[in-house]
């Protein structure tokens, strides 16, 4: 058996660093070990205001964190899902909701209902059947009731957040750090390792001062100065598939009664986000260099914005991809240390959140078993793997042929994985769900049809409930669900009653 871990050090700061920290403190509480964290105020952090998907509230809920006390404390507000604007042609527009569309019955899926009613002729939308869809577009927010059930229509809906990310990793710091965390202030200025095993041995900071562990944990962002400079672990680039490498972040005054959901607006060669916080309106541009240079995609993320802005715009440059091995030796990635896709989906902190809750899963011991390292290699590839092929399907099943950018894209080269969805869906109406650690049947089908990827057919097994039954059905969960969404309170409602930050 091999001897167990006694010193966890965690290489960086901000969300990925702090949210690290902060699990690893929960969960290995009793087992005395210690867990150290270097960062320097020197270096920046990436993050300018994050958009999540609903999974963060299960990682909130393991640390123990109050809800309402976390939205205060960083300035956050509802998401109920993402809004495309101008992606599948100019002129659409369509939402990527957070929880379910209808309730399954019968033998098949409910989409399966929905389109057998279809070709009979009725023309109400899909998103009139999701009760987070619906709110949304209604700016309402409520959180579900005490005591609703499994059996109400409460259980189809879900929720995330916007919030402040350096917020979020002070809030984490702060819990951390009462549970045994010890920060260490200071640039790292090199790694050793041992000439027998490979493994890390300790860090070395630019004054002097080692840190040495058993397991290391490389939170240092684009840099990944351990996994990537001292153990040299090699990068995927994805740039055939999401040709996008720079952002232009830049904070505005709120715009507005926050809305309950991202938008993600289509612009000549890339994409413009918009995030509400309580305090602010998070934007930014996400292009293609070989399409736009850097002062046009800066005078065209300018023109764009609600309000003026409170800061200089601030450029990102990347290449979107993932390492080839999440862990080596002694070393786990986490965050951008790992790879980074852009947030079309508000993925980044899901990948942190995800990447470490694997580690506690197979958390080794000092002789970093390979099998376990392997077992969280294949995870990880293939929840990155999942993520890409969901952010490729926006990009390569476009309509548009207006700018050289979005002429570019429909030239994709789908990856076998995404196409084989495509042609299932397209048809059969059916959606792969294996293979897909993030994203639900429901979220591909919402982005499939609002992409225009029009269905040919559906499961036969639908014909088993008569038309008038299936009618009746539809009717009924499209009223509970219209009342239900008409009833919610106003979302900064909400905010103001219960989650507003003070000041």
Partial sequence: MSA?????????????????????????????????????????????????????????????????EFV????????????????????????????????????????????AQ?????????????????????GRFAPPPAGATKASVWSTFSHAYHFDAGLYAAFLRRRAETQGVT????RIERAERDPETGNLRELVLADGRRLPG????????????????????????????????????VPTAPAGPPLPYTRATARSAGWQWRIPLQHRLGNGLVFASAFQDEDAARAELLDHLEAAPTAEPRLLRFTTGRRTQAWSHNVVSIGLASGFLEPLESTSLHLVQTGIMRLV???????MDPHTRAEYNRAVAAEWDAVRDFLVLHYATTARDDTPFWRH?????????????????????????????????????????????EPQGFDPLAHALPAPERARILRAMHAVIAQTAGTMARHEDTLSRHFRAAG
């Fill in 4 to 68: 167990p871990i006694t010193r966890v050090v965690i290489a960086g700061g901000g969300s990925a660093g702090w949210m690290s920290a902060a699990a690893l403190a929960q969960t290995l509480r009793g087992t005395g070990i210690a867990i150290d964290l270097v960062e320097s105020d020197e270096i920046g952090t990436v993050g300018v205001g994050e958009a999540t998907i609903p999974p963060i509230r299960l990682f909130n809920q393991t640390l123990g964190i109050d809800e309402a």
């Fill in 214 to 249: 058993d397991l290391f944990v490389d939170c240092t962002g684009f840099a990944a100065l351990l996994l990537g400079k001292a153990l040299g672990v090699g990068y995927e680039d994805w740039s055939a598939w999401l040709p996008c490498d720079r952002a232009l972040a």
């Fill in 118 to 138: 279809r070709a009979l002729g009725d023309e109400t939308p899909l998103a009139h059947y999701c009760l987070a869809t619906q709110a949304a577009l209604q």
């Fill in 72 to 115: 205060k404390a960083t300035q956050g507000t509802f998401k109920l899902g993402i809004e495309f604007v101008d992606w599948a042609a100019r002129g659409t527009r369509y939402l990527h909701p957070f929880g379910r569309h209808g309730d399954d019955f019968g033998t098949v899926a409910f989409h399966h209902h929905w389109l």
């Fill in 361 to 367: 899963s197979l958390f080794p011991g000092r002789d």
């Fill in 409 to 453: 894209c429909r030239t994709i080269a789908l990856p076998d994985t995404l196409a084989a969805r495509i042609d299932l869906f397209r048809s059969s109406g059916r959606v792969i769900e294996r293979d897909s650690p993030v994203f639900s049947r429901d979220s591909w089908l919402s982005v499939l049809l609002g992409q225009g990827i």
């Fill in 183 to 186: 920060r260490h202030e200071g």
